[in-house]
């Protein structure tokens, strides 16, 4: 018999016919939220650290037979790694795998990508704020940098200097 863990899903993988064809040995069990954290775009979703934010999050029973698939897809260990996380479900305290981004900077996501989780969103029955600020957030991020670039002039710097 197979061993199961819980997965915590906070991106494209709360999308449940993605994860029926990637994962078709493992289940939903349920959703809860990570406390601690909010949801970024680095062109993929991510969660990092952030005081008094929360994340929700869809929990698979993640069957072993379906962990080298989703590996795989996640780019783990290089794009993402494997952390521990606690939550809670059904009122329980549980302890979960997450897969966190090792790098990255804020840029939005594809509008297929953000599509297909928005659709895990309204399926799971998640608060879709979370989302939207989080692409909001990855679009505020990314003109800030295009107006810093374009404040730059590197030629007009190294004339300075002579």
């Known amino acids: 018999m197979s061993e199961k863990q819980l997965y915590i899903a906070y991106g494209s993988n709360i999308n449940l016919e993605q994860m029926?064809?990637?994962c078709p040995h493992s289940k939903v069990v349920g959703t809860s939220e990570i406390k601690g954290y909010e949801l970024e775009f680095r062109g993929v979703a991510t969660i990092v650290p952030k005081e008094n934010a929360s994340v929700p999050v869809l929990i698979w029973e993640l069957d072993e037979r379906d962990l080298p698939v989703l590996n795989r897809y996640e780019g783990w260990p290089r794009l993402y790694r494997q952390e521990k996380m606690p939550f809670e479900l059904n009122g329980k305290s549980c302890t979960g795998m997450v897969y966190l981004m090792n790098r990255g900077t804020i840029s939005p996501p594809s509008s297929q990508y953000y599509n297909m989780i928005l659709q895990g969103y309204q399926e799971n029955g998640?608060?879709?704020s979370y989302l939207e600020t989080a692409l909001e957030n990855s679009i505020y991020h990314?003109?800030?940098m295009e107006e810093i670039d374009e404040d730059f002039?590197?030629?007009?710097?190294l004339q300075m200097k002579f």
């Open 126 to 128: 998640l608060d879709e």
């Open 153 to 157: 002039d590197f030629d007009d710097d």
């Open 20 to 22: 029926a064809y990637r």
């Open 142 to 144: 990314e003109q800030l």
